[in-house]
């Protein structure tokens, strides 16, 4: 493709990375402009969580490219560089060292950040979300810590299973009354309480803080835990500031339709950051999990370059916690009732765990059972199509999931 146009992407994660690899995969033969706020190359979180905490991941193996790889292919990456105005109408963006670089098309990745809590010492908290976090906490807890966690989410689980590993004594806060209860339900969350209860890690449920001040952790009822270091897990929040300067529409991230465009036809934002029209699953979804920035990037980069493609990817996560690993695909919508159906053995942590709604598929979750991912997935498209399953033969491992589409 022969061009003399300049796309720029702003943020250098997982999702931006993958995009200018697919611009150039394309045929894109213009200037692509990679600005990062990080000194780091783009790279991939869930090592932060899951390898590099418990040291079984090589330092190097979370970027998503090799160093050369963005000049070898006539990338400019910039990190260390954070972008402070967006101009849509003169299709300028400038930069904090005082670059101006004028566009024919922009991505928006900027991702999101991690929430913090208007408490006392909570500035000074542990919170993971960056490479130099997941260092950062490598290196505070060790043989022997005592690790307070606040929130038992996925992060906050993954990050109280490799300290377990690496010798801490763990003590997690969680304002609900199970790990996860919002996202599983009370069923699937006590597995995951059993789980890491059989670890050694003391939940405390119903918790409110109300200061992380020296080395000390005070709860609402007066109760004091002691704790060496305090991370801090609730979440994070789009990080939206820009698109919002720029007058784009945002609610929930920044708005976008199934082709990842803006209500600037010249601006599309992808990864955690964009708040989908999903095409499959008729609601606007804004998903924060490796998937989708790996599925995203590339699609947006495409969208950019005029092709009619769309984001329909359903979302999808994983987590490695001790011996138990599970993925998880689908959607549930907030404030619905789902069904859950069980294939398996619950007890032994081996199973498929389906949410139904009016007998049609709406997510399931895989715990130590593979190569099912595909299949798990077939359902749900089948489900979102209007088919039901009777339940009974979707509890039945005798029965093979591809029987049921």
């Known amino acids: 493709m022969q061009t003399e146009s300049t796309f720029v992407i702003v943020g250098a994660g997982l999702a931006g990375a993958k995009a200018a690899e697919t611009l150039r995969a394309e045929g894109f033969d213009g200037r692509v402009v ?32 090799d160093a050369g790889w963005y000049a070898q292919n006539d990338i400019d990456l910039r990190t260390g560089t954070t972008v402070t105005h967006l101009d849509p109408a003169a299709h300028l963006v400038r930069t904090a060292p005082g670059a101006e670089i004028r566009y024919h098309k922009l991505l928006l990745a900027t991702g999101a950040a991690p929430r913090s809590l208007p408490i006392p010492g909570a500035d000074n908290a542990l919170t993971l979300r960056t490479l130099a976090d997941s260092n950062r906490i490598a290196e505070t807890v060790q043989d022997g810590t ?25 003590t997690v806060l969680e304002t609900a009354t199970l790990p996860l209860q919002r996202v599983l339900g009370s069923r699937l969350a006590q597995v995951f309480a059993d789980l890491h ?31 060496d270091a305090v991370l ?28 990842l465009r803006t209500s600037d036809a010249d601006i599309f934002a992808a990864g955690d950051v964009a708040a989908v029209d999903h095409p499959l699953l008729h609601a606007r979804v804004r998903v924060e999990h490796w998937a989708n920035a790996l599925n995203a990037g590339p699609v947006a980069a495409r969208a950019m370059l005029g092709q009619d493609v769309q984001s329909d990817a359903l979302p999808y996560f994983f ?68 088919a039901r399953i009777n339940p009974a033969r979707l509890a039945d491992p005798d029965v093979p999931l591809e029987d049921l589409t």
């Open 197 to 227: 209860r059989a670890h050694g890690i003391e939940f405390r449920f119903g918790a409110q803080i109300e200061d992380l001040r020296d080395n000390r952790v005070v709860l609402a009822d007066g109760t004091t835990l002691d704790a």
């Open 34 to 65: 990679l600005l990062g706020a990080g000194q780091e190359r783009p790279y991939e979180r869930p090592p932060l969580s899951k390898g590099l905490l418990l040291g079984t991941a090589e330092p190097g193996s979370p970027y998503v490219h």
């Open 232 to 259: 801090i897990a609730v979440g994070v929040r789009p990080n939206t500031g820009l698109a919002e300067q720029a007058g784009l529409a945002v609610g929930d991230g920044v708005l976008v339709d199934r082709h």
């Open 146 to 170: 005592r690790l307070v966690i606040v929130g038992a989410g996925w992060i906050g689980l993954e990050i109280a299973a490799a300290a377990r590993e690496r010798g801490a004594s763990v």
């Open 319 to 386: 987590t490695d916690q001790y011996d138990l690993g599970m993925e998880y695909a689908g959607w549930v919508p907030p404030g619905v009732d789902a069904e859950v159906v069980i294939r398996g053995d619950l007890g032994g942590r081996e199973f498929i765990a389906f949410w139904t709604i009016d007998g049609r598929v709406a997510a399931g979750m895989n715990v130590n059972i593979w190569d099912v991912t595909d299949a798990v997935q077939d359902l749900i498209r089948a489900g979102l199509a209007g």
